[in-house]
DNA sequence: GCCGTTTTCGGCCCGACTGTTTTCAGTCG
């Protein structure tokens, strides 16, 4: 069992406690802690007892008792008794957007509605109108809530969003003039999230209304869900939400620390200022009994100020442990993107990769690296054209002509080498010694049992000649999940092995995962970040990486490719 | 259901928009 498995179940119960008209609190209680269990890295299977289950934030007597049971039999009676008093139907219905329990419940309650097809029917029949609370637009309402729910969209990658994100700011500079004075990108698109589920942007105007109506007439508009002064909602033609809040210009700040989030660290924020006497809103504090305001943030770091605390990084701010490190001034000097000296994944057109080594090269040094790390496939991987041993030699040569024509950059000689089934690499040893990077990956077998899989990659690190475990977990995002493996001993053996783990700074991989590379970092092992790059346009996207990195709480000392090509060889042991 | 330098019981963030309602409940961010 995942932890992602168990946190679904815990999101189940609180729908089901939800529909049942439980206690508000309680059922946040159970996605709390979903929320928290999804970004565990280690596997709850390899808790040894309770009282470590209970250092899981969220986690209480109950909640332990139940994940116990869960492992111990992958069931769990009572989410089995719940689901035996709801419909089955029920909860999807609570996926409709502008539905929430009251309204599902009395849906079900008075009009025995239990699926969507049924809450369609009754939606064209006009029953719904005669419910107290409900009207004719309720109705229409559900009909188009359903609609959306059946074009439902999945999160678009960061490195989708954040692109994108650019080009609507800039329609929306052109269409508000001078209206609109200074807009943002807010959200987990501002925190560097993985993926976002919408794009949030924060604004100040000279003219809010115009600026308003400017941003629901956008040509790149197919809905407006909300359009009110200070706030509005949009769905874009690809069927993606954006959110635009404008407020005045001395709120600024108030308003980009509340739109940045993320809602669990807005909650944290709010109760520390709560205890304090002072009250938090997206429009700046205020004191709790007399309603008096206190501060509007221009700045958004003036609200962590205002209750002592040094300014968090966006990409911290998921209520982890930033405020108990903002508190004891231990938060991280997290990695730069300028402090990256070099990539240390990245393919020619000897493997899968469009563009010649001397291609590569020249990217890599009009972005100010010094050293781009070649790593084509090995034999096994015919797929992607994988080297034989006698085209390894043959780019071992055309690497040397390249470098013999440099003076500050060099292309390091590697393989991406495959790990293959048994756990043995893909090129005898006397090659892989010859060559300066050896980044070791998992490209077929995804389906092995945990345990096998665990063994197969062990034994990889453990042959001694891996420097890079290449993106350790395989999934590609929205489109295939992780294999299964016991990531904690994979990190053991790397550390063993004294090999670096990637970040996979390719958008569809981003492969450690935030939570995974901030266990390896934890545990002593060193991160290398690597673009995966199949054409010279791909090497920029190792920023993703970095945003990942500092999502982990990386510092330049934790990251292989800080280092200058000196000393990486020295300490891959080459030199 | 969880949690505790003011609590082991009684709180648990705060505000915008909509549609229904004559003052607010529900949903969402
Ligand atoms: N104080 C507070 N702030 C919230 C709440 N919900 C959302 N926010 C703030 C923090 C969020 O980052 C921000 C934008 O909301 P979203 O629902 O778009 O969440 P976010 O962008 O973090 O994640 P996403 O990828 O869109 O699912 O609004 C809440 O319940 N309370
Ligand atoms: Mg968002
Ligand atoms: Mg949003
Ligand atoms: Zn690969």
């Known amino acids: 069992m995942t932890n992602l498995e168990i946190a679904r179940v815990f999101r189940q119960v609180a729908e089901l406690l939800e529909l049942q008209g439980e206690d508000h609190f309680r059922v946040e209680a159970y996605r709390r802690v979903a929320n928290n269990i999804e970004t565990t890295s280690e596997n709850l299977l390899y808790f040894h007892d309770r009282d470590a289950l209970r250092r899981i934030p969220g986690v209480g007597e109950g909640i332990a008792a139940k994940i116990d049971e869960l492992i111990e039999t992958g069931r769990l009676r009572y989410l089995e008794e719940l689901q035996a008093q709801v419909p089955p139907g029920l909860p999807q219905l609570l996926e409709i957007p502008g539905l929430g329990p009251k309204k599902v419940r009395a849906l079900w309650e008075q009009l025995g509605i239990t699926n969507i097809d049924e809450l369609e029917a009754a939606a064209k029949a006009q029953k719904i109108r005669h419910l107290p609370g409900m009207g004719a637009k309720t109705e229409q309402n559900i009909l188009k809530g359903i609609e959306r729910f059946r074009a439902h969209q999945e999160r678009m990658r960061l490195g989708d969003a954040l692109p994108y994100a650019e080009q609507l700011m800039e329609a929306l500079r052109q269409a508000a003039g001078a209206a609109l004075e200074r807009i943002e990108i807010a959200g987990s698109a501002r925190r560097r999230l993985e993926t976002v589920g919408d794009l949030d942007f924060v604004a100040t105007a000279a003219d809010p209304e115009r600026v308003m109506e400017a941003f629901v007439h956008l040509p790149q508009v197919s809905e407006v869900r909300l359009h009110g002064p200070t706030r509005s909602t949009i769905t874009t033609t690809a069927g993606f939400n954006v959110d635009l809040r404008i407020v005045p210009a001395e709120s600024f700040g108030s308003l980009l620390q509340h739109s940045t989030g993320s809602k669990a660290h807005n909650i944290r924020l709010r109760e520390l200022a709560q205890r304090r006497g002072v009250s938090i809103s997206e429009y700046g504090i205020t004191d709790a009994d007399s309603g008096d305001r ?237 673009s995966d790059a199949h054409h010279t346009q791909h090497l920029p996207l190792l920023r993703y990486g ?30």
Request: proline letters at 4%.
């Open 546 to 575: 970095v945003y990942t990195a500092r999502r982990a709480w990386l510092e330049p000392d934790d990251v292989l490719n800080t280092r200058s090509a000196d000393e990486l060889l020295r300490l891959l042991g080459k030199q």
């Open 294 to 530: 206190l501060l509007a943030a221009a700045d958004e770091c003036e609200v962590y100020a205002f209750l002592d605390l040094p300014c968090i990084p966006p990409e911290l701010r998921e209520d982890r442990g930033e405020f108990e490190a903002a508190a004891n001034g231990t938060l991280p000097h997290l990695l730069e993107l300028e402090q990256i000296r070099g990539d240390l994944h990245a393919h020619t057109s000897y493997s899968d990769g469009a563009c010649s080594v001397a291609e590569m090269g020249d990217a890599a040094q009009a972005l100010g690296y010094q050293y781009l790390a070649l790593t084509d496939h090995s034999p096994s991987l015919d797929v992607a054209h994988g080297l034989s041993v006698e085209r390894l030699l043959q780019r071992a040569e055309e690497i040397d002509d390249y470098n013999a024509g440099q003076k500050r950059f060099r292309l390091l000689n590697g393989t991406e080498t495959d790990i293959r089934a048994d756990g043995s690499l893909d090129y005898p040893e006397e090659i892989l010694e010859q060559l300066d990077v050896v980044v070791a990956s998992v490209h077929t077998r995804f389906g092995m049992k945990r345990e096998e899989m665990t063994d197969r990659i062990v034994k990889a690190l453990d042959s001694g000649h891996v420097d890079v475990l290449g993106h350790p977990t395989g999934r590609l995002i929205n489109r295939r999940d992780p294999y299964e493996v016991d990531l904690g001993r994979v990190l053991e053996a790397a550390k063993r092995a004294d090999a670096a783990v990637e970040i996979n700074a390719f958008p569809d991989r981003l492969d450690l995962r935030d939570v995974d590379a901030r266990a390896a970092k934890e545990l002593g092992v060193r991160l290398a970040i690597g």
